[in-house]
């Protein structure tokens, strides 16, 4: 195993109080923050509201797209490039949307805010070709094409329409009439679509809706998913060591959760699913690592019998301190590199593991330990650690 430091000897548990502190003022200024400030910023997944991805048939940036939700009421929502060329994009809008004074019912939420994102981005001349009566071939489904190919190509009409509809699936959107020459169609059937549709300036690829309901419920099993894990990790380490290192473990979770969650309080990163997922992967993360500090200080306690639990645990994280700088190093690289150019739409969740990648580390020695001291301390001042 590679060897980082020889022999260290740093007096980590002198800090504990200091640690403790600042631990506990960044957990205070974030629970104040969460309930008297901004607080917690819950995306789509948790509040209801609309997904929407879209391709157009001409590069936008980012900054137009917004200049043409905003009088639509729609310029908080989150727009982020899927693909470079600046014409591929999805589009989270923020919960229901009133019109006048009504609220649509949730049911209506997916067509009405869809076309609504729809409508201010489309072009004039979309719309003035709609007005005249031509059918957009980005946008009409295939029921609507079948429907207007039956009367003059009966016998084709099926086969054609699944055909374009394949096309637009496999592009994303159809850049010209002369897109339909590959799919085999006729030359017939091409001029008579030229003479009824137009090719609109952008397609929706998929649209999504998640209710106010279903958003509340979401939330209410990721803090469950939170707490069961914390419940088991407690279970499991209760029964592989002490329970004294188990409740240590749990709480250090449970710091390394709220710090987490305080720091996050203060950026303007939403909270969703998948910042759900990298929490769990963290507390995973760092009890793995406070394990084997624990670990550690369980075999020292049968050889270094006569010496102070302080100074016992001392010994032990220094012994492991290459095994945690190497493992949290490396891991950190990876993830850093992910967050600096893995792209927008994983920004978050690298982040995520950024922040709480460092705070797991720092727990692992500055709370785990001390913790297991002070309950020793309180609970057990006469027995031994074992």
Same mark, same amino acid.
């Given at each position: ?96 949307? *009133?019109?006048?004074?009504? %609220? ?8 009405? /805010? @869809?076309?609504? =994102?729809?409508? $201010? #981005? ?93 958003? *509340?419920?979401?939330?209410? %099993? ?8 914390? /419940? @088991?990790?407690? =279970?499991?380490? $209760? #029964? ?116 709480? #990648? ?29």
């Amino acid at each position: 195993m590679v060897t980082l430091f020889k022999q260290p000897n740093i007096k980590f548990l002198k800090y504990k109080y200091f640690a403790f502190a600042l631990s506990g003022l960044i957990i205070l200024a974030g629970l104040l923050n969460i309930t008297l400030g901004k607080g917690l910023k819950f995306g789509i997944d948790f509040t209801g509201g609309t997904f929407i991805r879209l391709k157009f048939r001409e590069p936008i940036t980012t900054e137009e797209i917004r200049a043409r939700l905003t009088p639509k009421g729609l310029g908080n929502s989150i727009i982020q490039e899927i693909e470079r060329g600046h014409k591929e994009y999805q589009i989270r809008t923020a919960g229901l949307i *009133k019109r006048g004074e009504e %609220k649509p019912e949730e049911i209506e939420t997916h067509v009405v /805010i @869809g076309n609504m =994102v729809v409508e $201010a #981005l489309q072009k004039p001349e979309d719309a003035a070709q709609i007005a005249k009566g031509f059918k957009d071939l980005n946008s009409v489904d295939q029921k609507e094409l079948i429907n207007l190919l039956l009367p003059t190509f009966p016998e084709e009409a099926e086969e054609a329409a699944k055909k374009i509809i394949a096309l637009r699936d496999e592009k994303g959107i159809i850049d010209t009439f002369e897109d339909l020459r590959q799919i085999g169609l006729k030359q017939e059937i091409i001029k008579y679509l030229q003479e009824k549709c137009f090719l609109g300036s952008l397609c929706v690829l998929s649209r999504e809706t998640v209710g106010p309901q279903a958003g *509340k419920e979401l939330r209410r %099993k990721a803090i469950l998913a939170t707490v069961w894990a914390l /419940i @088991g990790m407690l =279970v499991y380490i $209760a #029964l592989r060591f002490k329970l004294a290192y188990g409740v240590a473990g749990v709480l250090t979770l449970a710091h390394d959760v709220l710090v987490t969650l305080s720091i996050y309080s203060f950026t303007d990163r939403e909270i969703n699913l998948p910042i759900i997922a990298a929490i769990l992967t963290l507390v995973g993360y760092s009890i793995n690592d406070t394990i084997v500090i624990f670990d550690r200080v369980r075999e020292n306690l049968k050889i270094l019998r006569k010496l102070p639990l302080e100074e016992l645990m001392n010994i032990s994280i220094n012994q492991t301190l290459s095994r945690t700088v190497l493992t949290a190093g490396t891991t950190l690289v990876a993830v850093l590199f992910l967050f600096l150019f893995g792209g927008k739409v994983i920004n978050d969740f690298a982040f995520t593991l950024l922040i709480g #990648l460092i705070i797991g580390t720092y727990s692992s020695v500055y709370q785990s330990c001390p913790l297991v001291l002070y309950w020793h301390k309180i609970f057990q001042p006469k027995k031994r650690l074992k």
